[in-house]
């Protein structure tokens, strides 16, 4: 009996050969313990802010620390502003990468904040954090919380009609293990004037020692892989841990306690064809074993980082739906 043939998703030609050339440079670029930053730079496309709306939306950048290259880039929509709206919600992104690649201003993610402006709409705050391997743990959680406490303290540096203590912090992959760990961070220290309504964490990157059903099931699946993701662990982790520290296995033996924290409700988006499946549905399982609100949204055919890639009609879905999570929880506060 023959058997039984592995399921493939459908990703449409012109995301498979980016897919597929993103792959095969990054893993070109990775060494034993180190990147070609050059090679990357020549792939890694960037957009510049725009003073002049382009797509209903103009951006600023701005710099917190030129020492650590710690800086955000503010997206914002025209209309409401021109609307003369009294207040739009912040939503703080960080973007994915593995912890080692991209940036705000990398075009794909340039994009996709310009697309969260627009439609939910609200101000788009993205966090150019510290990458690995030059720059390992706890680099980019001391960013992240510093980007939040810098709002706190300067709310002057956002349009006059944005609403902090309306803010949601969000992102994809590594973005969202981190916009985790800045919210568990800033629940123990405390902010004044931000306040965090909301997290929305799509296809968050998360791991441990075991090897999960997907990562074995889904081995070679775009973009991420076993041995890609041991790489970046290695790289990003403090020298002589494994991948059950807490930075990674963030539901596993070194969890956190949630239980005392206001941790805020959370949206949690899965991919079927994403290897890191498993770890991503136990983060959401102990976010509610922990008594905290959590929404669990699935994709079944949907590949690692799908939402990135306009190709994939689900991604103006996904956008939509974090639309939708926003304007419910903003609903519930008022």
Same mark, same amino acid.
């Given at each position: 009996?023959? =058997? ?9 030609w012109?995301?498979?050969i ?39 939306v ?44 991209l ?7 340039? =994009? ?20 690995? #391997?030059e ?7 001391d ?5 939040l406490k810098?709002?706190?303290?300067n709310?002057?540096?956002?349009p006059?009609?944005s ?9 994809d992959?590594?973005?969202a ?8 961070r800033?629940c ?5 004037? *931000? ?7 799509i296809? #968050? ?21 076993? #041995? ?21 296995? *963030? ?13 805020p ?18 983060y959401?399982?102990w ?17 690692? =980082? ?29």
């Amino acid at each position: 009996m023959a =058997a039984k043939s592995t399921p493939k998703p459908f990703i449409p030609w012109k995301t498979r050969i980016s897919i597929s050339f993103l792959s095969t440079v990054t893993d070109i670029a990775r060494r034993n313990g180190t990147l070609n930053r050059r090679l990357l730079n020549l792939i890694d496309l960037k957009s510049q802010s725009n003073a002049t709306p382009v797509d209903g939306v103009f951006t600023k950048d701005v710099t917190i620390d030129a020492d650590r290259n710690l800086w955000f880039r503010v997206f914002t929509p025209t209309a409401a502003v021109s609307a003369g709206d009294a207040s739009l919600p912040v939503v703080v992104f960080f973007h994915g990468g593995g912890f080692a690649f991209l940036s705000p201003a990398s075009f794909a993610y340039d =994009a996709v904040c310009r697309k969260f402006c627009r439609i939910i709409p609200a101000v788009v705050v993205s966090v150019n954090y510290r990458l690995v #391997p030059e720059h390992r743990y706890p680099c980019q959680y001391d960013d992240g919380e510093a980007v939040l406490k810098f709002l706190d303290d300067n709310r002057s540096f956002l349009p006059e009609n944005s609403d902090v203590s309306r803010c949601f912090l969000a992102g994809d992959s590594a973005g969202a293990n981190l916009a985790h760990h800045a919210a568990v961070r800033v629940c123990k220290s405390g902010l004044r004037e *931000v306040r965090i309504v909301g997290l929305i964490s799509i296809q #968050p990157f998360f791991g441990g020692e075991e090897r999960t059903e997907s990562e074995l099931r889904l081995e070679g699946s775009p973009l991420v892989s076993v #041995p890609r993701t041991d790489w970046l662990w290695k790289v990003m982790l403090p020298d002589g841990s494994d991948r059950d520290h807490g930075a990674a296995n *963030v539901s596993g033996p070194n969890a956190e306690d949630l239980s005392g924290l206001d941790y805020p409700d959370t949206l949690v988006f899965v991919g079927g064809f994403d290897p890191l499946q498993d770890w991503q549905r136990r983060y959401y399982e102990w976010l509610r074993k922990s008594g905290k609100k959590a929404e669990l949204i699935e994709y079944p055919n949907m590949i690692h =980082a799908f939402y990135v890639f306009p190709d994939m009609p689900e991604s103006v879905q996904l956008i939509s739906q974090v639309k939708d999570f926003i304007t419910k929880r903003l609903a519930e506060l008022n």
